[in-house]
């Protein structure tokens, strides 16, 4: 099997985890079950989850295994979503061309909807089939990163620079947090999993920080220069609010640059974290997110 | 030291532990830290809290090592109470006689503050000086009881019935999940925080179940025919919303006899669970929260 039949394989082993992973309960909170599951199912490239199966795997770990902890993670990315979406915050209507939670269920059910897969993620996380210890660990490492000293700490960031330049060193921090953070964390998770030392999980969470940077500048550029009919929307956008990103800050030409330097250092801490060829699909996942048109 | 005397030295001491539990991190995003910290230090009975520490007491733990899980569960009330309050929620403007969170620090940062303090809780939980079996518990029943089959879904049936009379049923359930869930889990962190088998941990819990209802009675009680300058706010709000309370469905008397009926029921299992004089500051604690006249 090749890298890229691997990564649908466990695409595939994602959504059908994902499917029955957040039971109705009491048919009396029915409503927020259903929209936990709306906004958990409702596609995206599920790229925080492969990072977990991938990483377990290059650690010598079963992607089974890991398969909660991907679950948790996606859990986290969507009730960020969820709540990112909301009047109160960016006020989208639309998710990946859907109708955004809170105008399928109503805002209150929305907020409760959000704060719920944010507490399953841990239910989920402290549940795993795995040794008592990697399940503190996975539950630790999750709670930072998404925390305000991860995460939340990113949009707090965004919100507060919404109408103002930003400097080059808030804008490393912004997406250090908001994207870096949990993709470092989804790495770490699958390296927890793997029951990998902490060493092993610092090295592939770093390689895991790296990408996300890369995977952010990648976005920045295809806002500014992408193939709107590849991309499913108008380019342009980041330009038009006045947002600062990298092309914004260095132009196209040294933002292209800083993907491939951000990218090649990525890749050269894979390889230190996970000798031989054991890292060959984390490093095809990798260059599929930088390289991508959409 | 009387039980009187023990309860204040509690809350001093989770007082203390709370303010400096949440400390300011990167200066980027020191607002949501300061919106946290508002919310979390503006007083209230820390019955939760309490409850934590006097359980562990109960069952020959040592109080201070249960101030973490204490800390937890007060986090994870404090953000339930800044998301009830937001505009698509409660609406409130005051909270304990002070501006609510989103009235001070606007509805962005104070959603993302409830978010970022209910994800501090489970990083505090699973990072308490516990052995890793005892913290991995902490955190499984932390998240059970806060998520949408607990605490959560007690909001969704809260909102549900906003507008329309609820069957006695219903009621029941509201009440064990909005306010059982909490104050069962405090009672069990506490029992985890000594080390305590699933038996007792279990036994705990239905005690405070009970205790949480019979709370609840003697709120809806106080709301009808209680003392509006003892209780600082005006009563018959109940009433007056149209809301379905154990006064409405059963009347003053009848709920004054099963607040002593659950109450009786609760110090039963407690006397269970805790063989002896060990459980007396517990019983104290108990009834003062049903006897209580604010």
Redesign the interface.
């Known amino acids: 099997m090749n890298c890229r039949e691997q990564l649908e394989r466990d695409l595939a082993a994602i959504e059908a985890f994902l499917q029955t992973a957040v039971p109705d ?2 048919p ?2 029915r ?3 259903e929209a ?1 599951r709306y906004s958990l199912l409702a596609g995206g490239k599920r790229i925080r989850a492969l990072f977990v199966l991938e990483c377990c795997a290059a650690l010598g770990g079963r992607r089974e295994e890991a398969l909660p902890l991907a679950a948790a993670i996606e859990m986290v990315h969507a ?1 960020s979503l969820i ?1 990112d979406d ?4 960016d006020d989208d209507d639309l998710r990946r061309g859907k109708p955004s939670c809170h105008k399928v269920y109503g ?3 929305a ?2 909807a ?3 897969l ?3 993620a ?2 989920t996380a ?2 795993a089939p795995l040794p ?2 990697l ?2 660990r996975a ?2 490492a ?3 990163a ?4 991860g995460m ?2 990113g ?3 965004d ?2 620079y919404e109408n103002r330049p930003m400097e080059p060193e ?1 804008l490393a ?1 912004l997406h250090r ?1 908001k994207t870096g953070a949990l993709l470092s964390v989804s790495a770490q998770l699958g390296a927890i999993a793997a029951g990998a030392g902490e060493d092993s999980q610092c090295a592939l969470g770093d390689f895991a920080e790296d990408v996300g940077l890369a995977f952010q500048i990648a976005d920045d550029i295809l806002d500014a220069v992408g193939d709107e009919a590849k991309l499913g929307k108008p380019i342009g956008s980041d330009a038009e609010q006045g947002k600062t990103t990298f092309v914004t800050l260095y132009g196209v030409e040294a933002s292209r640059e800083q993907v491939r330097a951000c990218t090649d250092r990525a890749l050269c801490k894979l390889q230190r974290a996970v000798p031989g060829e054991q890292g060959g699909c984390l490093a095809h996942l990798c260059q599929s997110l930088v390289d991508r048109e959409s």
Chains 1, 2 share one sequence.
Do not use: K, N, S, W
């Open positions: 309960g009491d009396l909170y409503e927020v079950a936990m009730y709540h909301l009047p109160c915050m805002e209150a059910t907020l409760l959000g704060d719920a944010l507490t399953f841990f239910e402290a549940g008592e210890e399940r503190l539950v630790a999750l709670a930072r998404a925390g305000y000293r939340i700490g949009q707090v960031i919100l507060a808030v921090t947090l």
